[in-house]
């Protein structure tokens, strides 16, 4: 961390500094000061260099971090360095991913609507599972639990997945077409522009529109707790980006209370509205990055600290990622939060107390007020309580 770095410079400064002090105290007023005794000074000298030793400081600020690391993931919270945790307790403002960070990332076929009375709803699921056969992303897992049987793979050729748009593929020598209105409109396909609320998953055949399938998702239990308990931290600002539809977003975003939502965006248009949000922090303030899918990672990367949840999320996503919540639970980061500004103030305390002491030991020790007694306690007795409070880091 910052404050860990801090005090390795400070120390590496400091100590030759109180050294040459040191030196300076036990020859230069015997000299000049009549009646001044060479052993009175080298006794208040050596006092001197004992409460000087940077003890204290050296060891509980790495500590501090190391107990707030180890807090977090008793909670199952994975730090993967002070440094972030530091930059978390200040953090500003929370932009959230929605698919499988808010809400389950459990997708359900709710509805099958075929355009031409020509098609049946089975015919219509078999077409699409098929061109979203070689598929991992959680809307093509979801429409092939739905169809529910065998699939030949050898009737799928030229698989072709768009990021953000969804899937063309040869099925048994035609032509079709899997995603959202931006596939459509990119082949020049007319569809219906006017389906339910939910993700809608397109189906064209050789360039005809066939129908759509409706897929659902459920907003987390333990989503609206984590914007709860982040107002009661202080951050200052929610918001969402994803890659969803604008009114399945907009739906979310106000039954959760956030402040602004960006829909149907692509990984770079991601990045691109993060960076307009650096500008609104104060000179000291994070922006916070909370994602779970492999479209997340170039965000997670560019904010200030990432958070990926672990137990759905990619592999991608939490190589990335600055900060791991193993059990995907969104209040998670409130709690990470929480930890972290404890951590960060246990250090603040732990720093000030043990310049305070030295300080006010140093002087009293210069003018011969204090023993060698004093000079123990501030040195070995600050660095004692110091490492006490900052094990206090370790209990959320």
């Known amino acids: 961390s910052r404050s860990e ?13 109180v050294v040459i002090i040191a030196v300076f105290l036990a020859i230069v007023p015997a000299i000049l000061i009549s009646g001044a005794t060479f052993s009175e000074w080298i006794y208040r000298a050596l006092i001197f260099l004992v409460v000087s030793c940077p003890c204290a400081l050296v060891i509980s600020i790495p500590l501090s971090f190391f107990g707030g690391i180890g807090g977090a993931s008793k909670k199952g919270i994975l730090v993967k360095g002070g440094n972030y945790l530091e930059a978390l307790a200040k953090a500003e403002i929370v932009v959230f991913d929605k698919t499988g960070t808010l809400t389950k ?5 709710h509805q099958i609507s075929p355009f031409n009375m020509s098609m049946s709803e089975e015919e219509l699921l078999e077409y699409a599972a098929y061109a979203e056969n070689f598929s991992n992303h959680p809307i093509s897992i979801s429409i092939k639990e739905a169809y529910g049987k065998q699939i030949d793979s050898k009737l799928i050729s030229e698989v072709e997945e768009i990021p953000g748009e969804g899937v063309i593929a040869n099925v048994d020598g035609k032509i079709v077409l899997a ?30 529109y066939e129908g759509y399938i409706v897929i659902s998702d459920e907003i987390k239990p333990d989503s609206s707790k984590a914007i709860k308990q982040l107002r009661e931290l202080g951050i200052k600002r929610f918001m969402m980006l994803t890659g969803d539809a604008e009114q399945i977003a907009l739906k ?17 248009q991601k990045v691109e509205i993060l960076e307009t949000l650096f500008d609104k922090l104060s000179k000291k303030g994070k922006l916070v990055f909370v994602g779970d899918g492999i479209n997340d990672a170039p965000v997670i990367v560019r904010s200030d600290v990432g958070i990926a949840m672990g137990a759905l999320g990619s592999d991608a996503a939490i190589e990335a990622a600055d900060i791991v919540i193993m059990n995907d639970e969104p209040s998670k980061v409130a709690t990470a939060i929480r930890c972290a500004i404890k951590t960060y103030r246990i250090a603040r305390q732990n720093t000030v107390f043990a310049i305070a002491v030295k300080l006010l030991v140093l002087l009293l020790g210069a003018l011969g007020i204090v023993s060698m007694w004093s000079a123990v306690f501030a040195d070995v007795g600050v660095t004692v309580i110091a490492v006490i409070n900052a094990f206090r880091a370790y209990n959320l």
């Open 179 to 208: 995603g959202n209105s931006k596939l459509m409109k990119r082949y020049s396909i007319e569809f219906n522009a006017n389906p339910p609320v939910g993700t809608i998953v397109h189906i064209a055949i050789n360039g005809t």
């Open 105 to 109: 990332g459990e997708f359900n076929v």
């Open 5 to 17: 770095r801090f005090i390795t410079k400070f120390a590496r400064v400091y100590t030759p500094i």
């Open 252 to 268: 979310v975003a106000e039954e959760l209370g956030i402040d602004d939502t960006y829909a149907e965006l692509l990984p770079d």
